[in-house]
């Protein structure tokens, strides 16, 4: 068993003897008075959405699932397909995906996740290096401290296009390394 704390989004945990697959995690609270987790979750079995909050401290079986080596091959509304080394096709819908949406690029490998023979989710490489295909100019003398902007990523279906902050020195149409697991830009790459 796994405490709240130890959970993370695309984990599945088993509440009241029925698999949730956890959409998103809000974290509130300070060190003094104790961290409460607000779980966005979804059964696997019926579909059904479902919000809980949660101490840090709460325990939770954390159910291991199969996994497959996938590449994404394409969308098609509301499914995203995927495809394994043996041409086998996985359809696996949008709202399973979570954070993963943002990030998919045509031929992009990732980790199908199944239960009961059922392709459910996918785990992303925790590293991966997008183009920036927006980004606002830097304006002259705002350079004082730490300051960011907003960045359009380059991904798969343009509806999904995700913004990223990023340091005023990263231009339009170049390549950046993004960290999935926190959504934040590690560092420009250059050829």
């Known amino acids: 068993m796994k405490p709240a704390k130890e959970i993370r989004v695309g984990n599945i945990i088993m509440?009241?003897?029925?698999?949730?697959?956890?959409?998103?995690?809000?974290?509130?609270?300070?060190?003094r008075t104790g961290f409460t987790y607000k779980w966005k979750m979804k059964n696997l079995l019926t579909n059904s959405p479902q919000e809980n909050v949660m101490r840090g401290d709460d325990k939770f079986d954390v159910v291991v699932l199969d996994k497959k080596a996938v590449t994404y091959s394409y969308?098609?509304?509301?499914?995203?397909v995927f495809m394994d080394s043996d041409y086998e096709q996985y359809e696996i819908e949008g709202e399973n995906l979570g954070d993963a949406l943002h990030y998919l690029?045509?031929?992009?490998?990732?980790?199908?996740?199944?239960?009961?023979?059922?392709?459910?989710?996918?785990?992303?490489?925790?590293?991966?290096?997008?183009?920036?295909?927006?980004?606002?100019?830097?304006?002259?003398?705002?350079?004082?401290?730490?300051?960011?902007?907003?960045?359009?990523?380059?991904?798969?279906?343009?509806?999904?296009?995700?913004?990223?902050?990023?340091?005023?020195?990263?231009?339009?149409?170049d390549m950046i390394e993004i960290d999935t697991r926190t959504n934040e830009y590690k560092k420009v790459v250059r050829n």
Not at 19 to 25: G, T
Not at 75 to 80: G, I, Q
Not at 105 to 133: H, N, W
């Open 75 to 80: 969308f098609a509304d509301p499914l995203f």
């Open 15 to 31: 509440v009241d003897s029925k698999p949730m697959i956890i959409l998103r995690s809000d974290v509130n609270g300070s060190s």
């Open 105 to 173: 690029k045509d031929g992009m490998e990732c980790e199908a996740v199944f239960y009961d023979g059922k392709a459910i989710s996918v785990e992303l490489p925790t590293t991966i290096v997008r183009q920036v295909v927006y980004s606002e100019p830097a304006i002259k003398g705002n350079t004082s401290g730490n300051v960011l902007k907003e960045a359009k990523i380059e991904n798969a279906v343009e509806a999904y296009r995700h913004t990223v902050s990023v340091p005023l020195f990263v231009s339009q149409d």
